[in-house]
């Protein structure tokens, strides 16, 4: 695409002509780099502005324009941790790590099930998995939300923890299946004359090689249940809210306090920047299985 | 060291279908390297993997050393096999990989790695024991899937298509270590290719497959001089052996306008039939200096050096093809006239219909 921008005018003058076909294939690689830049800051910056802002005063969270140059204060930060953050963080961290261990457990089987051991209705079952997630969760929660209550079960983490993984199961299944397609046939043929055992089979020759791939599901699985709001909203309150339903108490109807909620935000999305940090080694393994042939 | 018996073994897909393998049965003696050898969908690969307890055995039997294996789950077979992808476990070493059946087997640790080392050290691996298979060029990961192989030290060997994913001269060289490797280790190998030179070099026996049928199992020499019939004629041999349905008349057929005579045998064979396949290798066809011959106009010249191959249509009848094996350095051009004299005596003849052969 970059290499037919711009060849017509370029080959008919008389300059050497290595230095033409150099010199009418240079604008198009840089026009993709500045649209690359320009759309990687246009999505970063309200990330970056958060973050500024919750070092700010209230009074420069404030100031119209917006100011750039400022004494950075951790004063907010510190209302964030009075106003109690601590419960929130633990459910959150409670409901995430269970529900995605969970997923894991319950997703690789069926998994390697669908894909390893095909049968009939095998497309089947994969489409009734992800039909699972076709209805809006909104048109379910008064349904869920009598059965929790019928339970005895509202405001309880483990309602959230069987709704997340209930959540993040249909997608687990998906994203794992296909890294287990492409784990050879072969070798767990080979692994079988070897006289391995499909336990053994699953465990030193299959599991190490869809690695990255579980790590990418894991942090997807993480990222959703760290951000779920809606079920959190409408099922917990004071015990088992988790961080998206503390954050909400920032938001006032006059749009106040900006920094105070930057301050809260920053700290909500911090640990699964570094969840994504932690995993991004092993997801760029996953992008090249080239090991296996 | 074991016997392996096909007894009217078949696998069949689908009930009803054409079975990918046919009431395939052949005997590989102890110690023997048998080739499995037809174009793709011959049933040689299913054939193997029916005997690597990879495919189940639908009718007959299969025996091991005498043992019937058909319900014998693959490990305890006491067979090992090399894939055509090589099959390496990825996220282990060279040594690691080696051990794996023997860890499987629970043999203790020192036993491992003597057997790992003595198999690294016959094939020359010993420098790569700590590497990961991605760090090892194409010819070092075939030897180390020979090694997991070895040290096993198996009844039987199963190699399916291991040379394919080498480039040419590797195959070469790869071929004669594996040749060697067998004679040397004496362990029954059967072995599948579709490259029939792989077939004619390394196998003691070779098995022509066809449609999941078994054509034709012999020497490879037996195989050359006498085909049972026109598809192994056609398959075994390069450039391919000239086949052309002649009429037949007094004795003998016509050849562009060349009267070509048929042993008395063959004709008896043939009884009524008016038209008759004839073979012959492109060495058995000898250019004429004379002009006394077949005419024929050539299309291509194919200059090996120390022969040449002329691939040519009959002036008179220009549908009909041949191939002629000629001197190196041949002086021949495209679209010369060269005159094409056949051996009688190196003729093959089948029958037009069923491609059987005629006479012995």
Known sequence: MATTTERGPATATSEPADQEIRRSTRTGPVLLTTLTWILAIGFFFPVLWMVLTAFKTEGDAQSSPPTFVFTPTFEQFATVFDAGIGPYLANSLGATVISTLLVLLLATPAAFALSMRPVEKTQDVLFFFISTKMLPVVAAIVPIYVVVNNVGLLDNIWTLIVLYTAMNLPIAVWMMRSFFLEVPSELLEAASMDGASLGRTLREVVLPIISPGIFATALICVIFSWNEFFFAVNLTSANAGTMPTFLVQFVTSQGLYFAQLSAAATLAALPVIIAGWVAQNKLVQGLSFGAVK | ?360
């Open chain 2, 1 to 360: 060291m074991a016997e392996v018996v096909f007894d009217e073994a078949s696998r069949i897909y689908t009930p009803g279908a054409t079975p990918a393998v046919d009431k395939l049965s052949l005997t590989v003696n102890d110690g023997e390297l048998v080739v499995l050898v037809g174009p793709s969908g011959s049933g040689k690969s299913t054939a193997l993997r029916m005997l690597a307890g990879l495919e189940p055995i639908d009718q007959g039997h299969l025996r091991i050393n005498g043992r019937d294996v058909v319900d014998v789950p693959s490990k305890d077979r006491d067979i090992a096999m090399v894939f055509q992808s090589y099959a390496l476990y990825p996220s282990k070493s060279v040594r690691d990989n080696m051990a794996f059946p023997l860890k499987m087997r629970g043999m203790d640790k020192s036993e491992q790695s003597k057997r790992v080392n003595d198999a690294a050290d016959i094939l020359g691996l010993t420098e790569y024991l700590d590497r990961k298979p991605k760090a090892l060029s194409g010819g070092q990961r075939q030897r180390v899937a020979m090694g997991r192989a070895i040290v096993r030290e198996p009844q039987v060997f199963l190699m399916d298509e291991p040379l394919s994913n080498l480039d040419a001269k590797m195959r070469v060289q790869t071929r004669a270590q594996i040749a060697g490797l067998q004679n040397r280790l004496d362990v029954t190998t059967v072995y599948v290719t579709h490259d029939q030179v792989e077939a004619m070099t390394m196998g003691d026996r070779v098995a022509v497959l066809n449609h999941g049928k078994l054509q034709q199992y012999a020497t490879p020499s037996e195989l050359y001089d006498h085909p049972v019939n026109a598809f192994v004629a056609g398959f075994i041999g390069s450039p391919a052996m000239n086949l052309m349905d002649l009429r037949r008349a007094n004795g003998a057929v016509t050849l562009g306008g060349t009267q070509v005579p048929l042993a008395r045998e063959v004709a008896d064979a043939a009884g009524s039939a008016d038209t008759v396949t004839i073979g012959v290798r492109p060495e058995d066809l000898s250019i004429g200096g004379d002009g006394d011959g077949v005419k024929a106009v050539v299309d291509v010249v194919e200059e090996l050096g120390s022969e040449s191959y002329l691939y040519a249509h009959m002036a008179e009848h220009p549908d009909t093809t041949l191939v002629v094996r000629g001197p190196g350095r041949t002086k021949v051009r495209y679209g010369e006239t060269i005159a094409v004299r056949v051996d009688p005596d190196a003729v093959h003849a089948f029958d037009a219909s069923s491609g059987e052969r005629l006479g012995s």
